[in-house]
């Protein structure tokens, strides 16, 4: 099931259910729609209304507002930490982006002023369904809400002079999610390989797969629910693939996840 969170023209944001099929580059089909849905499905359930949209008349906002925390993970593909000169850490290492950095597709990506070097990083993400703590790699997948498509904005510049991942990757606009949240998942398949691709102005910069993780999925949430209590809406940033690199104002950035969809937003200066 693809849940959305979105808007009509004058109404207030809602969830619904994306109906429709998917192609293999994340185009929905001419006929999809959006059945909106009673409340907020985290924590009402799916519960169906009368309400139809036809898809072309909505506009997607960011599936999730995390309701206290993005946890982002760094240095998880082996070429990626290579190709910025870092070794790969025995353990997952992770960190904090705050979720006033969320924003939702074909939103602009803003460049602060004072940051010269911005960096798109494609990734795969994980909704929390529920409150946990201490959770075992066999009952990681009882945790999962879903999973969606992400955008590890970075301030490449900022985080060569601080050393402080939160700080460079922080601001505001800098955690794009979307389209929607994939509720069907099958870690099996994620260790299997999904493929991960980002396209700068069309053109391919990113081409990884989940088989090449170095902390699985199941790994990664038993290490972080052991550091930290995980809430319903926590996102989970799972690592970015090889390929990073600058994006500038004018520039539009696509992700795009196997099976998932597509992301895309333009950066603009702030």
């Known amino acids: 099931m693809r849940i959305a969170r979105f808007t009509t023209k004058g109404g207030e944001p809602q969830f619904g259910v994306v109906m429709g099929d998917l192609d293999g580059y994340g185009q929905l089909s001419e006929d999809a729609t959006v059945v909106a849905l009673q409340g907020d499905p985290l924590f009402s359930g799916v519960n169906i209304t009368d309400q139809v949209h036809k898809f072309e008349d909505v506009k997607l906002l960011a599936p999730v507002i995390p309701r206290s925390k993005v946890v982002a993970v760094a240095r998880n593909y082996a070429k990626h930490a290579a190709e910025l000169g870092n070794e790969v850490p025995e353990e997952p290492l992770f960190f904090i982006k705050p979720n006033t950095a969320v924003c939702g597709p074909d939103d602009a990506i803003q460049r602060p002023s004072g940051v010269e070097d911005l960096h798109f990083e494609g990734e795969l993400a994980i909704v929390i369904g529920r409150i946990c703590r201490d959770v075992p790699v066999e009952k990681v997948k009882d945790v999962i809400y879903g999973m969606t498509v992400a955008n590890d904005v970075t301030a490449r510049d900022v985080q060569r002079r601080t050393k402080h991942f939160s700080q460079a990757k922080g601001y505001d606009t800098f955690c ?57 809406g926590d996102v989970i940033l799972t690592g970015t693939p090889e390929g990073v690199g600058p994006m500038e104002p004018g520039d539009e950035i696509e992700i795009f996840v196997e099976g998932l969809g597509a992301l895309t937003n333009k950066v603009a200066q702030r």
């Open 176 to 232: 794009p999610l979307g389209p929607w949240i994939e509720t069907d998942v099958e870690t099996e398949q994620l260790a299997a390989g999904v493929r991960i691709q980002t396209f700068l102005n069309g053109d391919v910069v990113q081409d990884g797969s989940t088989k090449d993780l170095v902390h699985d999925i199941p790994k990664l949430i038993a290490h972080i629910s052991s550091v930290m209590t995980l809430l319903p």
